[in-house]
Protein backbone atom coordinates (compact mmCIF):
# COMPACT_ATOMS: atom_id res chain seq x y z
CA UNK A 1 0.00 0.00 0.00
CA UNK A 2 1.40 3.18 -0.95
CA UNK A 3 1.46 6.16 1.26
CA UNK A 4 1.73 9.58 0.35
CA UNK A 5 2.81 12.64 2.68
CA UNK A 6 2.83 16.43 2.20
CA UNK A 7 6.33 17.44 1.98
CA UNK A 8 5.16 20.54 4.11
CA UNK A 9 4.65 18.18 7.16
CA UNK A 10 8.10 16.47 7.08
CA UNK A 11 10.57 17.22 8.65
CA UNK A 12 13.90 15.56 8.62
CA UNK A 13 14.43 13.90 11.59
CA UNK A 14 18.39 12.07 12.15
CA UNK A 15 18.35 8.80 14.57
CA UNK A 16 19.93 10.05 17.76
CA UNK A 17 22.71 7.86 19.71
CA UNK A 18 21.54 5.76 22.10
CA UNK A 19 20.51 8.96 24.65
CA UNK A 20 20.58 11.54 22.49
CA UNK A 21 17.69 13.67 21.63
CA UNK A 22 16.59 13.38 17.91
CA UNK A 23 17.96 16.03 15.15
CA UNK A 24 14.87 17.81 13.20
CA UNK A 25 16.53 19.68 10.24
CA UNK A 26 15.37 23.11 9.06
CA UNK A 27 16.35 25.26 5.88
CA UNK A 28 16.15 28.62 5.80
CA UNK A 29 16.26 30.13 1.57
CA UNK A 30 15.20 32.97 0.30
CA UNK A 31 12.36 34.04 1.88
CA UNK A 32 10.94 30.49 2.73
CA UNK A 33 11.31 27.69 5.74
CA UNK A 34 11.80 24.21 4.61
CA UNK A 35 9.87 22.35 5.94
CA UNK A 36 6.88 25.45 6.26
CA UNK A 37 4.95 23.69 9.03
CA UNK A 38 7.50 22.03 11.96
CA UNK A 39 5.92 18.62 13.49
CA UNK A 40 7.24 18.20 17.12
CA UNK A 41 6.37 15.73 20.10
CA UNK A 42 5.58 17.28 22.90
CA UNK A 43 7.88 17.01 25.74
CA UNK A 44 10.82 14.87 23.77
CA UNK A 45 13.96 16.41 23.87
CA UNK A 46 15.57 17.50 20.12
CA UNK A 47 17.92 19.50 18.55
CA UNK A 48 16.73 22.14 16.09
CA UNK A 49 19.55 22.11 13.31
CA UNK A 50 18.61 25.30 10.96
CA UNK A 51 21.04 26.12 8.41
CA UNK A 52 20.79 28.74 6.37
CA UNK A 53 22.22 28.56 2.53
CA UNK A 54 21.40 31.94 1.77
CA UNK A 55 23.82 34.70 1.19
CA UNK A 56 21.56 37.02 2.80
CA UNK A 57 20.83 36.40 7.39
CA UNK A 58 17.24 35.09 8.14
CA UNK A 59 16.03 34.47 11.34
CA UNK A 60 13.92 31.80 13.04
CA UNK A 61 11.31 34.19 15.03
CA UNK A 62 8.43 31.93 17.23
CA UNK A 63 8.39 34.10 20.93
CA UNK A 64 5.39 31.86 22.19
CA UNK A 65 7.17 28.14 21.07
CA UNK A 66 10.19 28.89 22.68
CA UNK A 67 8.52 30.82 25.75
CA UNK A 68 6.39 27.44 26.41
CA UNK A 69 9.68 25.04 25.62
CA UNK A 70 12.19 23.83 27.92
CA UNK A 71 15.62 25.39 26.27
CA UNK A 72 18.69 23.51 26.93
CA UNK A 73 21.18 25.65 29.45
CA UNK A 74 23.76 25.14 26.75
CA UNK A 75 21.65 26.64 24.06
CA UNK A 76 19.48 29.48 26.02
CA UNK A 77 21.69 31.89 25.02
CA UNK A 78 21.18 31.56 20.92
CA UNK A 79 17.31 32.49 21.88
CA UNK A 80 16.94 36.32 22.53
CA UNK A 81 13.20 38.14 22.64
CA UNK A 82 11.66 34.15 21.13
CA UNK A 83 13.86 34.34 18.36
CA UNK A 84 17.22 32.78 16.69
CA UNK A 85 19.03 34.83 14.08
CA UNK A 86 20.87 32.73 11.66
CA UNK A 87 23.59 34.39 9.49
CA UNK A 88 24.57 33.87 6.19
CA UNK A 89 26.17 30.41 5.16
CA UNK A 90 25.33 29.12 8.99
CA UNK A 91 23.89 26.36 10.88
CA UNK A 92 22.45 26.78 14.50
CA UNK A 93 21.76 24.06 16.73
CA UNK A 94 19.00 24.57 19.86
CA UNK A 95 18.37 21.59 22.23
CA UNK A 96 14.81 21.95 23.97
CA UNK A 97 12.20 20.61 24.80
CA UNK A 98 8.63 21.32 23.24
CA UNK A 99 5.65 22.14 24.69
CA UNK A 100 2.19 21.03 22.95
CA UNK A 101 0.61 23.44 20.81
CA UNK A 102 0.48 24.85 17.43
CA UNK A 103 3.05 27.94 17.23
CA UNK A 104 3.52 30.43 14.02
CA UNK A 105 6.72 31.32 12.46
CA UNK A 106 8.21 33.50 10.16
CA UNK A 107 11.65 35.86 9.57
CA UNK A 108 11.36 39.02 11.31
CA UNK A 109 14.20 40.78 9.02
CA UNK A 110 12.58 43.58 6.83
CA UNK A 111 9.99 42.46 4.49
CA UNK A 112 10.90 38.48 4.73
CA UNK A 113 7.62 37.54 6.22
CA UNK A 114 5.88 39.35 3.67
CA UNK A 115 7.68 37.50 0.87
CA UNK A 116 6.48 34.29 2.42
CA UNK A 117 8.75 33.51 5.00
CA UNK A 118 6.41 31.87 7.68
CA UNK A 119 5.61 29.13 8.78
CA UNK A 120 3.77 26.89 11.71
CA UNK A 121 5.39 24.50 14.55
CA UNK A 122 2.92 21.99 16.08
CA UNK A 123 3.51 20.18 18.70
CA UNK A 124 1.33 16.95 19.86
Do not use: W
Not at 47 to 71: C, E, K, M, T, W
Not at 82 to 93: D, F, L, M, N, Q
Request: proline content about 7%; some cysteine.
Amino acid sequence: MLRTFSLAMLVAFAAPAAGQPAIAAIDLTNFKFTPAQIALRANQPIVLQIRNDSSGGHSFSAPAFFAAARVDPASAALVRNGKIEVPSHATVRVALTPAAGQYPLKCSHFLHSSFGMNGTIIVR
